[in-house]
Every structure is written in C-alpha cells, then in structure tokens.
Nanobody, 126 residues
C-alpha cells in the first residue's frame, strides 16, 4: 500500500517560517520526481514546487520561488518544503505528490503525478 504522509503544517504569523515534510511508504521514489501543490478555499489547486529524482534540479512557482525551497532525502524516502517569509495568501492545504515515472526530469503539472498525500493545513495570520 503506497502512501504519502505530510506533516509540519500549522499556524504561523506573517513573516514566519515552516518546514513541511512528506514521508513516502509502500514503494521508493528515488528514481522519480516529487512535488508540492496547494489549494486555498475557493481556489483551484496550484503548483508550488517540484524536484527531480536526486534533487539536482528543482522548480518553484513564481509566487514562491524566492521564499520556498524544495529538497529531498532519498535515503529516507522523504521530500521537504522549507517556507520562509510567509504571507497571508500562502494560507492553503499543501499536498505532496509523487510520480511513478522513471525519469531525470521533474513535472509542474498535477496530471503527471500518480500518488498524493492527504494534505497538511498551513494558516498564516495577518
């Protein structure tokens, strides 16, 4: 049974930082890209950041690229999202995603990811 479990969300004041973790089990993803997406109430799901199989290449959305950093530890089958200088508009449920495609690249489209976590709530107070 494959599962992705996010943790690290919570309530933080604007300007603060949080580090999200996503632990995978049931299979390894050390040969495939992983990513973070988010969805705010009343809005569509949006891409946040992605990372290739060994962490050598990353991509972040323009809205967060100067503030968020994605990383991974394949020995732990875990991907992270370090969030700094948080804004009220960052408030959303953050979802971890993993692809089953064996590739050296990464994807920014949710349709390219096959496994999803249940999400972790990030709330930024103004």
């Amino acid at each position: 049974q494959v599962s992705l479990v996010e943790s690290g969300g919570g309530l933080v004041q604007a300007g603060g930082s949080l580090r999200l973790s996503c632990a995978a089990s049931g299979r390894t993803f050390n040969d495939a890209p992983m990513a973070w997406f988010r969805q705010a109430p009343g809005k569509e799901r949006e891409f946040v950041a992605s990372i290739n199989w060994n962490g050598g290449s990353t991509k972040a959305a323009d809205s967060v690229k100067d503030r968020f950093t994605i990383s991974r530890d394949n020995a732990k089958n875990t991907v992270y999202l370090q969030m700094s200088s948080l804004k009220f508009e960052d408030t959303a449920v953050y979802y971890c995603a993993a692809s089953t495609r064996v590739t050296r690249t990464y994807y920014t489209s949710g349709e390219m990811y096959h496994y999803w976590g249940q999400g972790t709530q990030v709330t930024v107070s103004s």
